[in-house]
Structures are given as structure tokens and as C-alpha cells.
């Protein structure tokens, strides 16, 4: 039995608006690799650095698997607690492609540093969606929630969280009311100290914040992060220094146990203005609640000695 002509193309319409449709529901965005093209559903979604679980938990998203480093502590509460029962696809820098796998997840997120190596293989499991986060700015970690947030359909819950987010933000720098002085953060590690610049996460947050911070130029160093000598730190003389600390027994408990006549040259602790900070907080997290942390650790330090501000 043959089919007329209107039957024909009463099909030819159909198979016309059942690609249109599935076009309408493909989104395309632009990754670190370029353009990332998505239209599947995103309920099962694995992310392989922490910000990105910070800003699954801005959307109201609970990933099936996350790269922890095998220690969920590394997450804030705030954000552990939004996480639900996920699995532990292993370390950051060499997450399981193995567990990630048996998750059978329909979207990836991964980190253009850490996981480009392994690209292909993910790429084979899920549309994998890369994006710059080991090494980026504050904007630029904004810019990542929204990328996230149109990929899997949820701008509308990202716009709300902006901003209430941004309204957070800007109270903090109104209190803060910086004035452009210049604050460094200095991660104490066991025989050096590490300065973080503008263009790292924390210095971009201490910019925003409306400080001067360390710039590659000052060392002449291309690295968003790179190590000084406490001679170095003399010569720039911060009016406010965060010291950073990941572990007891620093090279900078070492400086004040020892009364370093160095360390106590420095401006910043004579005035008391030489506080100490989570460096998990300020290096490790990178996210938008880090930024909220860092902001508020900045407010504490400022607040506890108001009479010695040099602004």
C-alpha cells in the first residue's frame, strides 16, 4: 500500500519538529577547550575539583560523584551538607576513571590543569565539560557557576544565588572600606613563605575587596604564585598581611617564637595587623563560598584592632 502525498509529508513535518526539538533542548557554551555542546539531562553529574561541588550546591545539584582527595573535610559544611550520598571517584589530580565509569554519569566536569591528560578517556564515559579553576580569578570563578548553571538548565537558581551572593560581597567591602592600602596573603609553609598575586583567587578577592595587592611585576615573575624571602617582604612593607597557614610549625611561628628582628620590622605586625587565616580557605577551595570565607576572615582581622588601621 502506497502512501499519498499529504501523508508523506505530514511525516516529512514531523521528523522536521522532532530534530527541532532536540536542537532547542542542545546548549552550547564556550569551556577552556573552546565550545562544549550539551543536550542531555544532567541528573547524573561528576565533578573532579572542589569549586565546582560549591557551585552545584548554588544550584541546588547533587553530583553522583566527586573527586574529594578521600577527605571530605576539605569541603565546607555548608557544602558537604548539600552533597548528599555521593561517591568518591578518589584524588583531584588523578581521579578513578574506573569508579567514574561504573557512575554511569551524563555529565563530567573537570579542570583544564588537572585533567586535559585524561580528557579523551573522560570524554569517552560523559560529555566531559572543562573549565579553568586550578588557577583562576574570582570573575572568572563566577563565570564558571554560570557556565555550569546554563549547561544543566538551572539560570534562573543561579541568577537568585548571585545575588545574594554579590549583596554579602558588597557588605563585607563596606565594612571593610580598604582604601586601595596594600594587603598581601602569605601562605606560611615549613622553610618559606608563598605570596599569592592579583591575578591568583585570593589576591582577585583582596582586589575586590578594594586593596592593592602583590603583582607578578613586583618579582618580575610570570607565576600567579611564587615564594619570597623575608628581606623581600621588608622592602614591601604591607600595611596588612594575612598569614596563611596549613599546618602548626611554620617558618612564620618560627619568625615569632624566635622574635625574628625581621618579621618585627615589618609594618603590619607592629601595628597588629599581621593576622593569621585558613590557607585551605584562601588557596585550596577557590569558590564562590571561599570567597565569602576570605571576605570574612579580611572583616575579623580588621575588626579586632581598629585603632591600629593605617587607613
Not at 122 to 131: C, D, H, N, R, S
Amino acid at each position: 500500500m502506497f502512501m499519498n502525498r499529504n501523508s508523506i509529508f505530514k511525516i516529512f513535518i514531523l521528523l522536521i519538529l522532532s530534530v527541532t526539538s532536540l536542537w532547542a533542548q542542545a546548549v552550547t557554551v564556550k569551556d577552556a577547550r573552546g565550545e562544549f555542546t550539551y543536550n542531555g539531562k544532567a541528573q547524573r553529574i561528576v565533578v573532579l575539583e572542589l569549586s565546582f561541588a560549591d557551585i552545584l550546591a548554588r544550584l541546588h545539584l547533587t553530583p553522583v560523584g566527586l573527586a574529594d582527595d578521600g577527605m571530605p573535610e576539605r569541603f565546607f559544611p555548608e557544602v558537604l551538607d548539600k552533597m548528599g550520598n555521593y561517591t568518591s571517584v578518589g584524588k583531584r589530580l588523578q581521579p578513578s576513571l574506573e569508579k567514574i565509569a561504573e557512575l554511569k554519569p551524563d555529565l563530567i566536569i573537570a579542570d583544564y590543569g588537572r585533567h586535559m591528560n585524561i580528557y579523551s578517556q573522560l570524554e569517552a564515559i560523559a560529555p566531559t565539560l572543562v573549565l579553568n579553576t586550578s588557577d583562576n580569578t574570582y570573575t572568572e570563578e563566577l563565570d564558571n557557576a554560570q557556565i555550569i548553571a546554563q549547561v544543566t538548565g538551572t539560570s534562573a537558581i543561579w541568577e537568585k544565588a548571585l545575588a545574594q551572593h554579590q549583596e554579602l560581597m558588597q557588605s563585607y567591602k563596606d565594612k571593610i572600606k580598604a582604601n586601595e592600602q596594600f594587603a598581601i596573603l602569605i601562605s606560611s609553609k615549613p622553610t618559606a613563605i608563598g605570596v599569592s598575586t592579583e591575578t591568583s583567587f585570593p589576591g582577585s578577592v583582596l582586589k575586590f575587596l578594594g586593596f592593592k595587592t602583590a603583582t607578578k611585576e613586583m618579582a618580575g615573575i610570570s607565576q600567579n604564585r611564587f615564594d619570597i624571602s623575608l628581606e623581600t617582604l621588608n622592602m614591601w612593607q604591607p600595611s596588612i598581611i594575612f598569614v596563611g597557614l596549613y599546618a602548626p610549625n611554620t617558618i612564620v611561628d618560627k619568625w615569632r617564637a624566635e622574635n625574628n628582628p625581621l618579621w618585627l620590622n615589618l609594618q603590619a605586625v607592629k601595628n597588629n595587623l599581621a593576622c593569621n587565616v585558613n590557607n585551605n580557605d584562601w588557596v585550596r577551595s577557590r569558590g564562590i563560598t571561599a570567597a565569602e570565607r576570605i571576605a570574612e576572615q579580611v572583616n575579623n582581622c580588621l575588626t579586632q584592632v581598629p585603632n591600629k588601621l593605617p587607613f
